[in-house]
Antibody, heavy 121, light 106 residues
Framework: EVQLVETGGGLIQPGKSLRLSCAVS????????MTWVRQTPGKGLEWVSV???????YYADSVKGRFTISRDSAKSTVYLHMNSLRVDDTAVYYC???????????????WGPGTLVIVSS | SHDLTQPLSVSVALGQTARISCEGYDIGDKHVHWYQQRPGQGPLVVIYRDSNRPSAIPARFSGSHSGDTASLTITGAQAGDEADYYC?????????FGGGTKLTVL
């Protein structure tokens, strides 16, 4: 059974750093395209980042230079390292897998329940 | 730009047909995916690659795509279909979501 579970969220001050983790089961992280998507409370979905199976990474302009996506295949975990956090980074962060058919442009077929990050002084 | 435009809200009477549009410049050559998000839950794909339906999604959900407009249709809407719906495309290396449509079933 495929499962994704995000952890690491919480209350953090502006300018600080935080690392989110996405533990997966039921598939091999390094063989898949993994994404992070965020949602400000009461607002829409915003794509944040993707890591390809070949380890290429891409970011939304709003986080480029501040966030880094990575993975640890041995731990079946994908990470989102967030630096220089801003108030407008406050959101629920979801980890999701992009389906490999039509990769890298596949639909996001499995999602975690999300982890809430609140950036506030 | 590949912004995706959706209506903010759509209302449908119970058992009737709801249609949600997704418009975007130059998305004609891209696959459109649709996600449902019920209150307090994470997103769930209901249509992928324009018109394909996951096996767990009821047959009343369908999708179409012509030129710069994609549509999600719910034929015979049920109370449980009340949710937010988002369209999404990939623009080479980045994903783009529409602003979302709140579907109300009356």
């Amino acid at each position: 059974e495929v499962q994704l579970v995000e952890t690491g969220g919480g209350l953090i001050q502006p300018g600080k750093s935080l690392r989110l983790s996405c533990a997966v089961s039921g598939f091999i992280v390094s063989n898949n395209y993994m994404t992070w998507v965020r949602q400000t409370p009461g607002k829409g979905l915003e794509w944040v980042s993707v890591i390809y199976s070949n380890a290429n990474t891409y970011y939304a302009d709003s986080v480029k230079g501040r966030f880094t996506i990575s993975r640890d295949s041995a731990k079946s975990t994908v990470y989102l390292h967030m630096n220089s956090l801003r108030v407008d980074d406050t959101a629920v962060y979801y980890c999701a897998r992009a389906n490999k058919v039509a990769a890298p442009w596949g639909h996001l077929d499995y999602w975690g329940p999300g982890t809430l990050v609140i950036v506030s002084s | 730009s590949h912004d995706l435009t959706q209506p903010l809200s759509v209302s449908v009477a119970l058992g009737q047909t709801a249609r949600i549009s997704c418009e975007g410049y130059d998305i004609g050559d891209k696959h459109v995916h649709w996600y449902q998000q019920r209150p307090g839950q994470g997103p769930l794909v209901v249509i992928y690659r324009d018109s394909n339906r996951p096996s767990a999604i009821p047959a009343r959900f369908s999708g179409s795509h012509s030129g710069d407009t994609a549509s999600l249709t719910i034929t015979g809407a049920q109370a449980g279909d009340e949710a937010d719906y988002y369209c999404q495309v990939w623009n080479i290396t980045t994903a783009i979501f529409g602003g979302g449509t709140k579907l109300t079933v009356l």
